[in-house]
């Protein structure tokens, strides 16, 4: 018998309603290609009024050229999309505008030189009635969608000297302003500490109540789990399955569909250093002064050698404002004790951290980490070019050999060394910049949001190689705005609250709770 809408629990009641409704937007068999290689192979997706949709695979499944075709930035080799049934026909990004489809990028779209303001509003300004700009009206408006975000900077802050996730946020705000019916969100967290995720997740679903369809692209699984109503999984190209989530058990389950075999997480034993190692890095007192206040305010800490230690703590609270200041690149006036092993150290350059075994990856690859025109061979020698065998001569064949163990090692999958690393995934350029400091046999390892934008099978690649090294003796600091990853990998997490230390957890006494109850104000 078939049930009624009344015998119908809620969820499956959710279910049938949109299984039901019109799509708000659907792509039939879409295939496109580029320089004769496939990114897509006649793919099926839709999503629906008040649904939240989806879509997983590893870099270079084609999760993005997916969107993007949605989005009008491409258009398909082949296939069609309709928009509430009908068929259309995008030619721009403006096409899609027009249709009610807005896109989050994960890589940002922003002007440097202009305030967050006229970031929100460039080329869709609230205008007087006379046709000028209404600065009053567009400031207003601002400060009540990244009011929503919890978005702490003011407004009129020139958007070059924020934070990465703090630029994110504002991506985010765009998106909201334009009002869309269907908002395409490609890693809107990725930069966001687990607090101001889940400020996101609570507009999500504010967002899907009103009856948006919303598509979320996260290698944050806990946040598909938490948010979607159904997931696709795409793997090289090609569609793998649509499911509702409730037939998916496990994020295992969804990671070895993802890869196509099975998948097992590498996790970090209790105990695995002993409490009487060697410190490696003391800190006393250390004081970052800000132009009104300090930005970090009188921390203390130590690490020991082989030790993975934690940095936690919300946008702003002074993560990764510690780890400028031990290799020597802070902006602020720096007070306080850092010891490296028995010796105080007062880094002036990166030259002096790297000559004392010093390695720093940065949280925004493209910018700081890599040199996107050049080649993997290049990008991967340089920092230990000088530890070749034959310096200052540029002995190809050792160069060569080197390269293609670290890159083995760390498994970055590229074509030849000669491959521009702009053409590589995410996951792969960031294995790459980790793989290129380990090639210098650093003693500390400082990584600033090692994971960010990776999918979950390099993130699993890039936790074996950081704990494998720890294992060797390699002592980490690691800053990250995800909780899960810091509870991973870490020995100890040290949690930060507005640039003051609020306590150091140990491996045993972890828990999601308590880093978020000392993380917040």
């Not at 948010?227 to 496990?250: F, K, N, Q, W, Y």
């Not at 921390?299 to 230690?309: I, K, L």
């Not at 995934?425 to 960010?452: C, F, H, V, Y």
Request: aromatic share 4%.
């Amino acid at each position: 018998m078939t049930p009624n809408a009344s015998s119908l629990d809620p969820p499956l009641l959710q279910q049938s309603v949109l299984a039901s409704a019109i799509p708000l937007v659907a792509a039939k068999r879409v295939s496109i290609a580029f320089n004769g290689s496939p990114a897509l192979t006649e793919v099926d997706f839709d999503i629906r009024p008040g649904e939240v949709h989806a879509l997983a695979g590893e870099n270079g499944a084609g999760k993005s050229s997916l969107m993007k075709i949605l989005g009008g930035l491409y258009l398909p080799d082949t296939g069609s999309i309709d928009v509430a049934g009908v068929p259309v026909h995008f030619s721009t990004t403006a096409d899609a505008n027009e249709a009610g489809i807005a896109i989050i990028h994960q890589e940002l779209n922003l002007v440097d030189s202009l305030s967050v303001v006229d970031n929100l509003f460039l080329g869709q300004e609230i205008t007087t009635r006379f046709g000028f700009p209404d600065h009053r009206a567009m400031r207003a408006k601002a400060i009540e969608v990244l009011a929503q975000l919890q978005f702490k900077p003011s407004p009129e802050a020139l958007v070059g000297a924020l934070r990465i996730g703090e630029k994110q946020l504002i991506e985010i705000a765009k998106a909201l302003l334009a009002d869309a019916r269907v908002l395409i969100m490609d890693e809107p967290t990725s930069a966001l500490s687990d607090t101001e995720a889940h400020a996101l997740a609570g507009l999500v679903r504010a967002l899907r109540e009103r009856g948006m369809g919303i598509v979320l692209i996260s290698h944050r699984l806990h946040e598909v789990f938490e948010l979607a109503d159904r997931v696709t999984v795409l793997r090289d190209g090609r569609h793998i399955a649509t499911l509702p989530m409730s037939r998916v058990e496990s994020a295992e389950q969804l990671v070895s569909m993802m890869i196509g075999k099975n998948f097992v997480a590498p996790h970090r034993a209790s105990g695995e250093v002993r409490a009487a190692a060697d410190a490696m890095i003391d800190v006393r007192d250390l004081t970052l002064h800000g132009e009104h206040r300090p930005v970090v305010d009188g921390v203390s800490f130590d690490v020991r050698r082989g030790e993975v230690f934690g940095l936690s703590g919300l946008l702003g609270a002074g993560k990764t404002e510690i780890l400028e200041a031990l290799y020597g690149v802070s902006p602020y006036r720096v007070e306080g004790v850092i010891e490296i092993g028995a010796e105080r150290r007062a880094f002036k350059t990166p030259a002096d951290a790297v000559e004392a075994g010093v390695a720093f990856v940065t949280e925004d690859r493209k910018k700081d980490g890599l040199i996107v025109e050049q080649s993997v061979e290049a990008n991967l020698v340089l920092p230990s070019l000088a530890q070749v065998e034959g310096f200052p001569l540029y002995r190809q064949r050792v160069i060569a050999r080197r390269v293609a163990a670290q890159a083995k090692a760390s498994n970055v999958k590229y074509s030849g060394a000669s491959q521009p690393v702009a053409t590589l995934s995410g996951g792969n350029q960031q294995k790459l910049i980790i793989g290129k400091w380990l090639m210098t046999q650093p003693a500390i390892l400082l990584l600033d949001e090692p994971t960010r934008g990776v999918d979950v099978a390099a993130k699993a690649e890039i936790y074996s190689q950081i704990l494998q090294a720890a294992r060797s003796g390699l002592t980490v600091v690691v800053a990250s705005s995800e909780i899960d990853e810091l509870m991973l990998m870490c020995d100890r997490i040290l949690v930060l609250c507005d640039g003051r230390a609020r306590g150091v957890l140990e491996r045993e006494a972890f828990s999601a709770d308590e880093l978020i109850k000392l993380a917040s104000p």
